[in-house]
């Protein structure tokens, strides 16, 4: 069965470094989606893709985040600086009804 | 701003009992609801959607709509130890468009 692959699975950072996540969607899958879920709250959209172009980033924190899908296939997003509060699971998905990746867990010291 | 309001809870039922999850929804225009279970540590997984006023059944679950009063429930019946999670709510407001969640509400099953 087709997966969605997320790495690293965990990450631990200081606060003020630069960290990235990588995502793949299932092939073929052209709408990706990245949410982040801090501990005890629903998942939160942070950005949505459609191929390489960018439908929705209003939630994501533009002065540190950025996303990437350059080839309409895998995804990057990178955090710089990372702060305290951005400790939380990270999780790419892919198409209309969620197929959700394993997620990356980072935790920002 | 969207809302999709569920109980954190815990809930909790003995073995073999009917768990009932509930959510309700800010956006009368929404479309499509989805419920997803959220094992600790883990990724959500999608247990079953709803597009329809009414019930959808799918095995031990059962998914309700009503969207005159913004509401949508999920029932368990014979609830299992196993069962034990956080069960998210989600609604999507039109095709095309992400996800919003519930802050989930969790399920403790005992034995």
């Known amino acids: 069965e087709a997966e969605v692959a997320q790495s690293p699975r965990y990450k631990i950072t200081e606060k003020s470094q630069a960290v990235a996540f990588w995502c793949d969607p299932i092939s073929g899958h052209a709408t990706l989606y990245w949410y982040r879920q801090i501990l005890g709250q629903g998942p939160e959209l942070l950005v949505q893709f459609q191929d390489e172009s960018v439908v929705d980033d209003s939630q994501l924190p533009k002065d540190r985040f950025s996303a990437e899908r350059l080839k309409g296939v895998d995804s990057t997003l990178k955090i710089q600086p990372a702060e305290l509060g951005d400790s939380a699971m990270y999780l790419c998905?892919?198409?209309?009804?969620?197929?959700f990746g394993p997620g990356t867990r980072l935790t920002v010291l | 701003q969207k809302e999709v309001e569920q109980n954190s809870g815990p809930l909790s039922v003995p073995e073999g009992a009917i768990a009932s999850l509930n959510c309700t929804y800010s956006d009368r225009g929404s479309q499509s609801f989805f419920w997803y279970r959220q094992y600790s540590g883990k990724s959500p997984e999608l247990i079953m959607f709803?597009?329809?006023?009414g019930d959808k059944e799918d095995g031990r679950f059962t998914a309700q709509l009503n969207k005159a009063s913004q509401y949508v429930s999920l029932l368990i019946r014979d609830s299992q130890p196993s069962d034990s999670a956080t069960y998210l709510c989600a609604v999507n407001a039109q095709a095309g468009t992400a996800l919003i969640f519930g802050k989930g509400t969790t399920l403790s099953v005992s034995s």
């Open positions: 709803i597009y329809s006023n």
């Open positions: 998905a892919s198409r209309n009804v969620l197929f």
